[in-house]
């Protein structure tokens, strides 16, 4: 199987090219490629498909091989992709995933894709929708019991559901620790992203992610997404106004609309090419 290796702010997945390669049983493959001893070593896998709905379609395999709804870093990733290796001479492309449409601008240096802003659509909050088993229209700055502490977290959508939760000293936190208990928590029935966000201004956070299937990860769009939209909602930071958050691996920019819309803009590389006989 003839692969690439990307990354986003070193969320990095192996990505294949399923206009020229079939894989088979794909939640096995991203288990055996994702392994960073014995495998190619990724936080999973991505297939670059073809769609009767968007110029392309993604699917997304966590590092245990559950399929993910979608990712804002390999988005992205595939953008670049299909710019890249000639498969669009397009700068403005759509994507289909697993949580609908995403339209993708390519900002190119040199004939190649440095940054890539995506239309992430609209931040989702109804508990109901997430999903969450909680009651009302929102879950903002609420209690938690979790362990034996008790965090507010704010409750947010990208396409896959996310907890947010407000705090200082985020890297002391033994996240290997406390993240699955807050990815299996009765609250979230499909499991959760949890994001830890330390607010370093109205205009810049900080913050660590732990991705339901993938353990902590250097970066998460979705999940820089949901903290951005979080921010605003809990106080601190504004709509319509970009926002640096600041993850392991990088930074991505951030913009919550007054349409309740949300944008992302970040890089997207390349690591390199390889072929793994499986």
Same mark, same amino acid.
């Given at each position: 199987?003839?692969?690439?290796?990307?990354?986003?702010?070193?969320?990095?997945?192996?990505?294949?090219?399923?206009? @020229? =390669?079939?894989?088979?049983?794909?939640?096995?493959?991203? =288990?055996?490629?994702?392994?960073?001893?014995?495998?190619?070593?990724?936080?999973?896998?991505?297939?670059?498909?073809?769609?009767?709905? +968007?110029?392309?379609?993604?699917?997304?395999?966590? +590092?245990?091989?559950? *399929? +993910?709804?979608?990712?804002?870093?390999?988005?992205?990733?595939?953008?670049?992709?299909?710019?890249?290796?000639?498969?669009?001479?397009?700068?403005?492309?759509? !994507?289909?995933?697993?949580?609908?449409?995403?339209?993708?601008? !390519?900002?190119?240096?040199? %004939?190649?894709? *440095?940054?890539? @802003?995506?239309?992430?659509? @609209?931040?989702?909050?109804?508990?109901?929708?997430?999903?969450?088993?909680?009651?009302? /229209?929102?879950?903002?700055?609420?209690?938690?019991?979790?362990?034996?502490?008790?965090?507010?977290?704010?409750?947010?959508?990208? %396409?896959?559901?996310?907890?947010?939760?407000?705090?200082?000293?985020?890297?002391?936190?033994?996240? @290997?620790?406390?993240?699955? !208990?807050?990815?299996?928590?009765?609250?979230?029935?499909?499991?959760?992203?949890?994001?830890?966000? *330390?607010?370093?201004?109205?205009?810049?956070?900080?913050?660590?992610?732990?991705?339901?299937?993938?353990?902590?990860?250097?970066?998460?769009?979705?999940?820089?997404?949901?903290?951005?939209?979080?921010?605003?909602?809990?106080?601190?930071?504004?709509?319509?106004? =970009?926002?640096?958050?600041?993850?392991?691996? %990088?930074?991505?920019?951030?913009?919550?609309?007054?349409?309740?819309?949300?944008?992302?803009?970040?890089?997207?590389?390349?690591?390199?090419?390889? /072929?793994?006989?499986?």
């Amino acid at each position: 199987m003839k692969f690439t290796k990307m990354q986003g702010i070193g969320n990095d997945y192996v990505y294949v090219n399923c206009f @020229e =390669e079939t894989v088979e049983d794909p939640e096995r493959v991203s =288990e055996i490629i994702s392994d960073r001893r014995f495998g190619i070593g990724s936080d999973g896998l991505v297939l670059i498909m073809p769609s009767d709905k +968007a110029d392309f379609r993604m699917r997304i395999f966590n +590092a245990d091989g559950s *399929e +993910a709804m979608m990712c804002g870093n390999a988005t992205r990733c595939i953008g670049k992709y299909v710019y890249d290796n000639k498969m669009t001479d397009k700068t403005e492309v759509s !994507l289909e995933t697993n949580s609908g449409i995403k339209y993708l601008k !390519l900002f190119t240096q040199n %004939g190649l894709v *440095e940054t890539v @802003e995506v239309d992430m659509g @609209e931040a989702i909050l109804k508990p109901a929708d997430i999903p969450m088993t909680a009651d009302g /229209d929102t879950f903002i700055n609420k209690p938690v019991d979790v362990g034996d502490k008790m965090y507010n977290i704010t409750a947010v959508s990208m %396409g896959n559901p996310h907890c947010v939760i407000f705090t200082s000293g985020i890297d002391g936190i033994a996240l @290997e620790k406390i993240g699955p !208990l807050f990815e299996n928590h009765s609250y979230f029935p499909e499991r959760v992203n949890t994001e830890f966000c *330390e607010v370093i201004n109205d205009h810049t956070l900080k913050m660590r992610v732990w991705e339901r299937g993938s353990g902590e990860t250097w970066a998460c769009g979705t999940g820089a997404c949901a903290t951005a939209v979080a921010a605003v909602l809990c106080g601190y930071c504004k709509r319509d106004e =970009e926002i640096t958050v600041k993850l392991r691996g %990088g930074d991505l920019a951030i913009t919550y609309k007054n349409d309740g819309r949300v944008m992302m803009r970040g890089p997207a590389a390349k690591v390199f090419d390889g /072929d793994i006989d499986l």
